[in-house]
């Protein structure tokens, strides 16, 4: 784990002017903590009180959070961790996709996305019940509450709710959360064809015939079409 410290010169509270977040080996991000300059000099000359009670703290902790998906940035669950629910990060990126029984693939540029996936565990085994996905802007920030959430652009999402039509794929049950991982591969897998329909500013509504003008380029976040009033702390709501 390491820490990142941010220091703004237009911060929101000038008495508060140094952001501070910690960043976890998994990809788990938390905060932010707003502190004060005399807070942030401090921290680099004083041990952290109980610092060297840390030892004990970890055998003496009962509620251990699982073993989380690279790529991870929240996660909830029940009391009892028979519900629980992950949202990842997955970077813009080429994909190469087919489309219906077509044998040919096709390079298409994908937005900056998160994936939420909720997962119902009962024993050993857990089972994806529910994905949802939405387009977030590459503008290079860190995700957080604030981040407005887009229309996914192409087929096999639900345009209102951003529910995951996985189709005939039936790779939805997994061992552990780690597996969360190839997940979005899976989905990737299946055939796109057109339902759900297309949500770009392109204003081409057959997905086959937005193929033929974006193929092998990259994903421009002006094709984005904004889902109103909702934001990435909607997805926990």
Known sequence: MKWQFELSDCPINPAYPIKATQLYDNGVQKGPFHLTMEDFINSLKVEPDGLHNAEKLVEEETNVSPTFPVG????????????QRITMEIPQKQWDIKYGDDDEFFSIGFPRMVIQYLISSQNDQKKMIETRLF?????????????????FPYPNVGKSNGIVCWGR????EITRLTELERAFQWFIASPFNEDHGVRTTH???NFRKLIDRIQDKPFDDEWLIPIRNQSFRDLYV
Do not use: C, M
């Open 72 to 83: 991870t940035i929240r996660y909830s669950s029940d009391p009892w961790h028979t519900r």
């Open 135 to 151: 387009a977030v802007l590459n503008d290079k920030k860190p995700i957080d509450d604030e981040t407005l959430l887009f229309h």
């Open 169 to 172: 794929n039936q790779r939805l």
């Open 203 to 205: 204003g081409i509504a």
